[in-house]
């Protein structure tokens, strides 16, 4: 199902992996819907795939690394963080399993786990920046001690049970815009 001008992936799949600039991927959109609607076209079509995680698929594919960034990315457009949330969520819930070969794809010394725990924290970090994308924590509370920063995140959330949505996120204090 890949095409053939590609490796680990295809066209499809590489359009969403721009981790240095996805704002910059945002802007060449023509519009914040055009953009939100083209993400979740993608994300809709694979839901239709019928063959195991491990088989690549056209569209996105849980087991494939060009593609872990990608159900983060609709927090890049303004009212996209509840299909951030949606996704991850449903990703957890689809794509994975606590049975032998639970892990879609290769697990490549833990990309996947990783993964899947940081979308259970609620947190995916951007790599090479300081920022964090907002998600649908599984856990009512977590704290991560960051070693190399000499510091701890928090994750607390109220109201666990009541669904996938989060309403409102601060840190140290102050909200943080969860729609922008």
Same mark, same amino acid.
């Given at each position: 199902?890949?095409?053939?001008?590609?490796?680990?992936?295809?066209?499809?799949?590489?359009?969403?992996?721009?981790?240095?600039?996805?704002?910059?991927?945002? %802007?060449?959109?023509?519009?914040?819907? !055009?953009?939100?609607?083209?993400?979740?076209?993608?994300?809709? #079509?694979? @839901? +239709?795939? =019928?063959?195991?995680?491990?088989?690549?698929?056209?569209?996105?594919?849980?087991?494939?690394?060009?593609?872990?960034?990608?159900?983060?990315?609709?927090?890049? %457009?303004?009212?996209?963080?509840?299909? !951030?949330?949606?996704?991850?969520?449903?990703?957890?819930?689809? #794509?994975? @399993? +606590?049975? =032998?070969?639970?892990?879609?794809?290769?697990?490549?010394?833990?990309?996947?786990?990783?993964?899947?725990?940081?979308?259970?924290?609620?947190?995916?970090?951007?790599?090479?920046?300081?920022?964090?994308?907002?998600?649908?924590?599984?856990?009512?509370?977590?704290?991560?001690?960051?070693?190399?920063?000499?510091?701890?995140?928090?994750?607390?959330?109220?109201?666990?049970?009541?669904?996938?949505?989060?309403?409102?996120?601060?840190?140290?204090?102050?909200?943080?815009?969860?729609?922008?």
């Amino acid at each position: 199902p890949l095409q053939q001008k590609y490796l680990e992936g295809d066209a499809a799949q590489w359009l969403w992996f721009v981790p240095q600039d996805p704002d910059g991927l945002r %802007a060449l959109f023509p519009s914040n819907e !055009t953009y939100l609607s083209d993400l979740e076209t993608f994300f809709n #079509k694979s @839901t +239709t795939w =019928a063959l195991p995680n491990t088989i690549p698929n056209p569209w996105y594919w849980a087991g494939n690394e060009p593609d872990l960034l990608s159900p983060w990315q609709f927090s890049f %457009a303004t009212g996209g963080a509840t299909r !951030t949330q949606y996704w991850t969520r449903w990703l957890m819930e689809h #794509k994975y @399993t +606590t049975e =032998a070969g639970g892990v879609p794809g290769n697990d490549d010394f833990g990309t996947m786990s990783a993964w899947y725990v940081f979308a259970s924290l609620g947190l995916y970090p951007l790599p090479g920046t300081t920022r964090y994308f907002v998600g649908s924590p599984t856990f009512p509370s977590a704290v991560v001690h960051r070693v190399a920063q000499d510091d701890t995140i928090s994750v607390l959330v109220h109201n666990a049970s009541a669904g996938i949505f989060v309403e409102t996120a601060t840190v140290n204090g102050v909200d943080i815009d969860l729609q922008n």
